[in-house]
């Protein structure tokens, strides 16, 4: 199964207004489910890998500065590309 996102805020399920301590609990959490010696399923390496890129990406001060510009670039010039997807992503957590 593919992650339905790469974006680390959603990775990490954190509002990307979130203070660094939000994100270091939302990592704890993450990493404290998905951490291979205590969840037997076979994906559960693969999730705690993308939880930990996230967890560094949005902890750097210039690496999460870096990714919000791209973030906002990217809605502004694919809008409907972006729409697209926020739609897809809230019809699946919906179901």
């Known amino acids: 199964m593919t992650p339905a996102t790469s974006d680390p805020y959603d990775i990490l399920g954190v509002p990307s207004s979130a203070s660094p301590e939000d994100i270091r609990r939302a990592f704890r959490r993450k990493a404290s489910f998905y951490h291979p010696d205590r969840n037997p399923d ?18 750097n001060a210039d690496t999460r500065r870096a990714h919000d510009e791209k973030r906002q670039k ?11 997807n926020l739609f897809a992503r809230y019809l699946e957590d919906i179901e």
């Open 42 to 59: 076979p994906d559960a390496a693969r999730h705690f890998r993308d939880a930990q890129q996230a967890h560094d990406l949005l902890m």
């Open 74 to 84: 990217h809605l502004l010039d694919n809008p409907v590309d972006a729409a697209r």
